[in-house]
Every structure is written in structure tokens, then in C-alpha cells.
């Protein structure tokens, strides 16, 4: 008992770190944006239209926060009724999240380093997002709690995927250079994917104990 009430805490240490990434530079962004006007070259396009960056930015950073909360088991056992109130918030901002995500893809012109490659991806996994969420949410109407804590972790996979593309981009700087095109795009598929996978075996490994979020 002692050994998994330490392996949980190591797990939420883990995902929190990992997406204060997003969370302090989407917060970072977002703050130069509004506030102080940046017109860096890759913010000219936010400072035209802000909306579409400040509803994915504020939304996906709750997300972030309340889904790592969600997915912790210690989280889970020692505050459930806690756990449960968050739980009717995430797939509310996940969707905001999710579908302002593909706002910005759409409504922003690409960079050119990206090209139009990389905004497909986005599209892709940002619908994938929405579909878990929807999923998540009809199981949970039905009392269907293991198809529901599978479909909310799936989305959470999704929604972490920009902290672990931050943890590809930075060694891919450090040795190749700046991320571009279309070995960017399948570098960013292949993070989403192995979060998924990632997903997939802790529900394995979890599958006896508590459900993850109701």
C-alpha cells in the first residue's frame, strides 16, 4: 500500500511538472499578447484577432491543472466529492480547449517554418480531443464509469501533448535546428500517439482500483 501511495505521488509530480510547460508559456504568450502588446513576428497574427489564442490559451491551461488533479489516484482517494466537482468542469474547458484550438489553426496563416503539415496534425488530434470528450461524457450520463475514465483519459493524452512536444523541441533544437514542415508534423503525430499508448497501459496497470474521474 505504501509503495503505490508513493508511485501516485510520483505520478502527479510528473504530470504536473510536465504541464506547467504549457502553462507557464502559454501563460507567458498570452500576457505579452494583451498586455503588453509583443510584435514578435510569430504574435502579429494574435495581436490582429486575440480571441481565438486567448479562449484556447485560458481554457487549455485550466485543463492542464484540472486534469492532472483528475488523473491522480491520491488526488482521487483523499478528495472525491473535490474530485467529482472538477470532474463536471473538465469536459466543459476541454471542449473550449479543443475547439478553439482548431479555431486558432484555421483562423492563423501558418508559420513558415511549419507549413500547412503541421495545422493538419493539429486538426486531427484537436478533433480526436473532442471526440473523447464527448464519449467521456456520454458514458458518464449512463453510469458507464470504466468507458468513461478510459475516454477522459484519453483527451487528457491529447491535451498533454503540447508538453511533450516541448520536451522533443528542445533537443531538436539543441541538434538539428528549428522544427519545420513535414518531419515536425510526423515528430508531433508520433508524441500524440506514444501519449496515447502511455494512456492506454495505465488504464491497464489501474484497472482494478478506483475510476479515474465521475
Known sequence: MQKRTQSDRTL?????????????????????IVF??????ENLNYL??????AFHMIAYMAFCVL?????????????????RLLGRSLIPVGLIAAISGIWMTLQYPPLPSNGETVGYVRILFGIGMIVCLVLGA?????????????WMLR?????????SQALVAIPWFAFIGQPQGAPWAFAMF???VFNL??????????????????
Open 48 to 53: 490582429a484577432n486575440p480571441l481565438p489564442i
Open 138 to 150: 456520454v458514458a458518464i450520463r449512463r453510469r458507464d464509469i470504466p468507458k468513461h475514465q478510459i
Open 67 to 83: 486534469g492532472t488533479f483528475q488523473v491522480a489516484p491520491v488526488f482521487r482517494r483523499r478528495h472525491m466529492e473535490l474530485h
Open 197 to 214: 499508448a502511455v494512456a492506454e497501459w495505465f488504464m491497464k496497470s489501474h484497472r482494478s482500483q478506483s475510476p479515474i474521474s465521475s
Open 155 to 163: 483527451s487528457y493524452a491529447i491535451g498533454l501533448g503540447a508538453s
Open 12 to 32: 502527479f509530480l510528473v504530470l504536473f511538472t510536465l504541464c506547467l510547460v504549457p502553462v507557464l508559456s502559454g501563460g507567458f504568450r498570452l500576457f505579452s
Open 190 to 192: 508520433a508524441v500524440w
Open 36 to 41: 503588453q502588446g509583443s510584435a514578435e513576428p
